[in-house]
DNA sequence: GGTGTGATCGTA
DNA sequence: ACGATCACACCA
């Protein structure tokens, strides 16, 4: 359960930029028509197929990085991964409005998977890092889960693609959710 | 608050 | 040809 746990990265010239993740979407691979590695593995998907803990960064609509968090999958030689979609700015805000300077206001910095992924500076090169290991971490900082996450549907799925499986959560309420 | 549209390019 | 999106314009 990634919500409520903190995404913790150490820029270049030492700022901490952490965040709290407030919401997710679940893929899976060969029964979920709406994953990257419905189709098998590709070079793009390679590290979706690969151990839980890594981060799977893909780029999308020609000027857009989303980040993933690389899950067990069910069975042996599948794919999953949990999409990062949204957090809720805990340190770094600075850093993130110089780097998001099209937000309106502080909850638009991380509301969107492209958005976050702007705000961290997430880009290609982190694809494969392991999130134990690197400059990028997830942090359990003791704040626990939402006791009743709420669910819905998932986001920018084409209709019959997996579009009606309940696999987004998130914190109910919490002001920094995507749109 | 909501809807509709253009941007821009890697992937299959 | 299309996409696990965003920003902007416009309407309410």
Redesign the pocket.
């Known amino acids: 359960m990634l919500l409520n746990k903190l995404l913790v990265a150490s820029s270049p010239d030492g700022v901490r930029l952490a965040a709290r993740i407030v919401e997710v979407?679940a893929?899976r691979g060969s029964d979920d028509a709406?994953?990257?590695?419905y189709?098998g593995m590709?070079?793009?998907?390679e590290v979706?197929f690969g151990p839980p803990g890594h981060l799977?960064v893909?780029?999308?609509?020609?000027?857009?990085w989303?980040a993933?968090v690389v899950a067990a999958p069910g069975r042996a030689g599948d794919a999953a991964?949990v999409?990062l979609?949204a957090a809720a700015p805990v340190d770094g805000i600075e850093l993130m409005r110089e780097r998001?300077v099209?937000?309106?206001r502080d909850r638009?910095l991380l509301?969107?998977?492209?958005?976050?992924c702007?705000a961290f500076g997430i880009t290609g090169v982190d694809n494969g890092s392991d999130l134990g290991r690197g400059p990028l971490r997830i942090v359990d900082d003791g704040v626990a889960p939402p006791p009743t996450p709420a669910t819905s549907t998932?986001?920018?799925?084409?209709a019959g693609?997996g579009d009606d499986h309940p696999w987004r959560f998130f914190v109910p309420g919490d002001p920094n959710l995507?749109?």
Not at 111 to 116: E, H, I, T, V
């Open positions: 979407e893929y709406g994953s990257h590695a189709r590709t070079p793009r998907t979706m799977y893909y780029f999308t609509y020609g000027m857009h989303c993933n991964a999409l979609r998001r099209k937000a309106r638009d509301a969107g998977p492209a958005r976050l702007q998932r986001i920018g799925l084409a693609r995507s749109r």
